[in-house]
């Protein structure tokens, strides 16, 4: 069953035909949410929050769009709300520098891994990305995930935010602007 036979089932009653939709789409809007939001318990809240709003404005989706497009477009809006919020001081900042769990000295110590130089450039890397990643604007950030990250089209990203193309470019340009002007200072350290 294809998207379109879903949702008029769905919109015929069917509610188990929803079902193939979520299961469909569930893992696309996972990863956006789970780059946007940068923890697993954001993610899962935007997928259950998008889907619920999808099924409750199901009449108002139009058939000569795509069910991911627009799937897509409610997560995104997600995301920002959540974004916006978090930028406001209201609730905690995702730190990616965060260390993973330490491996035991005898494997550092015998390892062909990187030398303690490389994972310091690396630990203090991704620290200076998150931090610009915090200071975009919704818009900018969710752009840019979905281009350099998702690797969406540019008219895809313009419908999803529901924004004109220009603008979905302008803001993954200003987002890469920041973060080349945050990294350069790292080009000579390599």
């Known amino acids: 069953m ?3 036979a879903a949702v008029a089932r769905v919109r015929g009653g069917d509610r188990d035909a929803f079902r193939v939709l979520v299961e469909r ?9 789970f780059r946007m939001m940068g ?3 954001d993610a899962d809240d935007v997928v259950q929050e ?14 000569r ?13 997600r995301c920002y709300d959540m974004l916006e919020k978090r930028n406001r001081g209201s609730e905690y900042k995702v730190d990616l520098a965060k260390e993973e769990d330490e491996q035991p000295l005898e494997e550092r110590v015998a390892s062909d891994g990187p030398t303690p130089e490389r994972m310091l450039l690396s630990k203090e890397l991704r620290g200076k ?8 604007t919704a818009l900018e950030r969710t752009a ?7 690797g969406k089209p540019m008219q895809e990203i313009a419908k999803a935010l529901g924004v004109q193309s220009s ?3 302008q803001s993954v340009f200003r987002a890469v602007r920041k973060l080349r002007r945050e990294l350069e200072p790292l080009r000579a350290v390599r």
Do not use: C, P
Request: charged fraction near 35%.
């Open 25 to 33: 789409h569930s893992r696309e809007v996972f990863r956006l949410a």
């Open 50 to 63: 998008t889907f619920l709003r999808a099924y409750r404005s199901l009449d108002r989706f139009e058939e």
């Open 144 to 150: 840019f995930v979905m281009r350099h990250f998702e």
């Open 39 to 41: 923890n697993e318990q």
């Open 2 to 4: 294809d998207d379109r």
């Open 129 to 136: 990305v998150q931090k610009v990643l915090d200071e975009l």
């Open 65 to 77: 769009s795509q069910f991911g497009t627009w799937i897509y477009r409610i997560a995104a809006n």
């Open 167 to 169: 603008a979905a470019k």
